[in-house]
């Protein structure tokens, strides 16, 4: 039996709540509780079929972060680069790269920039 869920942003105290209701319960949730909330889904999806898609879809609209904060260390048992990149929506989300995998990132990095450069322009005398 589906029971329906409704979520909305409500004014609650003197403070801007989420209210998430599933049926006949419902909560209320601050900005921490979302995040916590967003989070125990995330580590519940990553165990469920089907899995997340292997490539990007080209008529999904995503939730795009303009130029996040992001903090990367080496890994300390593995060869690699610990990645984690903020998004004002998701939180900090982090991502293992493996050593190999970093050399084909910077190539792509590298071959966008080469390809946006600006072309200098040559002024007549």
Request: aromatic share 8%; proline share 5%; glycine share 8%.
């Amino acid at each position: 039996m589906q029971h329906p869920m409704k979520i909305e942003r409500v004014e609650r105290n003197g403070a801007i709540r989420l209210s998430v209701r599933i049926g006949s319960h419902e909560m209320f949730l601050d900005g921490s509780g979302i995040e916590t909330f967003i989070e125990q889904l995330s580590f519940h999806r990553a165990a469920m079929k089907p899995k997340v898609a292997e490539t990007v879809s080209k008529t999904h609209r995503y939730l795009i972060e303009v130029n996040p904060s992001w903090h990367a260390d080496p890994h300390p048992t593995q060869d690699g680069l610990a990645l984690l990149l903020r998004h004002t929506g998701y939180g900090w989300t982090g991502f293992f790269i493996q050593g190999d995998r970093l050399d084909a990132l910077h190539g792509e990095f590298r071959r966008y920039l080469a390809e946006t450069a600006v072309e200098p322009v040559l002024l007549a005398n």
